[in-house]
């Protein structure tokens, strides 16, 4: 097949001595693993090395394909401006990807930034291989803040491509593991940082590659890991095929994790069709949250439902609970999408004559209207995960001490300036950050003096 072998590695730029200048040594184990993943590609002898990088362009919503003809790099960021690269893309197997992506709607080409200098997620791993084989052009894949899902389907699209062409390609999946590991480290400590690490290592060493979807989020930000979804594009490029996996190093001496694996191909094997496993998976999930909703969930689904397929908003329909008809109260939507957050507009005080027409309004421009997401499109709406939290009257407070992440969202306010967060959120675990974070939303400053308010909601799932 002509993806002929997958590597992970990191991308520690004190790996190269050029810019360690000794203190390289340290991870000598990282070092020698890279050399036989060196030696590896120059046997090989690729037509190209696709490389997929958390550094180089990246956006929400968007995965970065490198445009261009050339590309260079230095490390003279790093204080070894002596060390360079010059690369040639692979242009027809680039194009071809992209034009899959474009036919299989997978948000992933050239637009965007034009070409951007090489990136040390890209560079380490070439100092390595460039020391043993000279031959191969290049395609750099960037990262981005959509769902781990697309970022497999953009590695179908790569296999997919390289079987067109015919070009023998290696996949370098570049990224570093856990950025929390240690108290000295640059990043401090997080217990969820050797959790992923222990995690990663256990699921990359035995290429069970179908669990790298099954990451939380929440759980992988609080690691702080940088590389878990360019492990998941070379898992979509492997996609129905059996695999041969070998576990080389990992280490963690600097309180940053770096492992490093490779994987070549061994036949196909339509049980490794990991994707279509997830979301089979994924499909049931959402039909029992559909069939155990209340009236709440049900009427913002019509809603969203309604509203993207035909642009109409609905009226309140019959049969709906007499406190929806008769309460007023503030009520926020939120709308989930493969674990990502996909809309969430919320009132916090009553705007409307009812709760459900309230729900209504919040659930269109959830939807349609949050300035952070484009609009939902119907072919999402299968997957969409949707609540709704009805807000309690908001009680002043004297100082965060008052605040309770899990029983209360908080509102702070200086002026006409006001920032809401609801109360147990993924991800935020104090007072605190909350507090921090509403202030963010607000646009008010970390030492101006603020009004706080506490309040509850009724979260309806």
Known sequence: MPLVAGFMVPHPPMIVPAVGRGSEAQVEETARAYRRVAERIGEIAPDTIVIASPH???????????????????????????????????????????????????????????????????????????????????????????????????????????????????????????????????????????????????????????????????????????????????????????????????????????????????????????????????????EAEREAADPYVRLARETVETYVRTGQVISCPEGLPKEMLETRAGAFVSIHEHGKLRGCIGTISPVTGCVAQEIIDNAVSAASRDPRFDPIEEEELGWLSISVDVLGEAQEIGSVEELDVKRYGVIVSKGFRRGLLLPDLDGIDTPEEQVAIARKKAGIGAGEAVKLERFEVVRHR
């Open 56 to 286: 180089t362009v990246m956006y929400a919503d968007y995965m970065h394909i490198s445009p261009g003809r050339k590309t260079q790099g230095s490390f003279a960021q790093f204080g070894a401006g002596s060390v360079r690269f010059e690369e040639e893309y692979d242009i027809a197997l680039r194009d071809r990807i992209c034009s899959l992506c474009a036919e299989r709607g997978i948000r992933a080409g050239m637009l965007g930034e034009r070409d951007r200098k090489l990136d040390h997620g890209v560079m380490v791993p070439l100092w390595f291989i460039r020391s043993v084989y000279s031959g191969g052009k290049i395609v750099r894949i960037g990262l981005s803040g959509l769902p781990l899902s697309e970022h497999y389907r953009l590695g179908q699209a790569i296999r997919d491509a390289a079987e067109e062409t015919q070009d023998r390609i290696v996949f370098i999946a570049s990224g570093d593991l856990s950025h929390k590991l240690q108290d000295y480290g640059p990043y401090g400590f997080a217990p969820e940082g050797p959790q992923y690490d222990a995690r990663i290592m256990d699921v990359m060493g035995r290429a069970a590659f179908g669990e790298l979807l099954e990451f939380d989020e929440t759980f992988c930000e609080k690691a702080a890991e940088c590389g878990h979804r360019s492990f998941v594009i070379m898992a979509g490029a492997f996609d129905g095929t059996a695999v041969r996996a070998q576990e080389l190093s990992h280490e963690d001496v600097t309180g940053v994790g770096y492992g490093i694996c490779m994987y070549e191909p061994a036949g196909e094997d339509p049980e490794r069709c990991f994707l279509d496993a997830y979301l089979r998976k994924q499909r049931r999930k959402l």
